[in-house]
């Protein structure tokens, strides 16, 4: 048996981001009272930089980018949710700011002693997670990293 008690899941809708999530409800599902912390941060910097020609050509404004990045960040919550076993503890955590930072924010919140996340997101084009984030979080998380692809 396991020993884990929160784990937290970075979560962006990606096929890394889905394998990570079926690991992660395996593991708690293996360990005693585990409860899944999964996280969909929307990074407003990244919506910004979305608004290229192809996005002034079509119309979009900047806060119409950052309006959807916002939806997309949700909707990929609501996705995750429906991956999990009802009689699972989940807690689905929605958030603004930096990747990097705010998923360390959340996992030291959580007391989170185990990080299970995509090896690749959606990358910058896509929005929520940049392909760094897992590197960012093996280098300065406190807890273990498992990288799944």
């Not at 809708?13 to 079926?22: F, N, Q, V, Y």
């Not at 007391?111 to 090896?119: E, K, P, R, T």
């Amino acid at each position: 048996m396991l020993k884990y008690k929160n784990i937290l899941v970075p979560y962006d809708g990606s096929d890394h981001a889905r394998e990570a999530l079926k690991q992660a409800v395996d593991m708690a599902q293996n360990s005693e009272d585990c409860t899944l912390h999964v996280a969909s941060v929307c990074n407003m910097v990244a919506a910004v930089r979305k608004s290229d020609q192809a996005s002034i050509s079509e119309g979009k404004l900047t806060a119409e980018l950052a309006e959807d990045s916002e939806m997309e960040a949700r909707g990929a919550l609501k996705e995750a949710e429906k991956l999990i076993p009802q009689d699972l503890p989940a807690n689905m955590i929605y958030e603004i700011g930096s990747p990097t930072q705010v998923l360390l924010e959340i996992a030291e919140k959580y007391n989170c002693d185990l990080i299970v996340m995509g090896s690749r997101g959606l990358g910058p084009i896509k929005g929520i997670f940049m392909g760094s984030v897992s590197s960012y979080l093996v280098s300065h998380a406190k807890v273990p990293v498992c990288i799944v692809k």
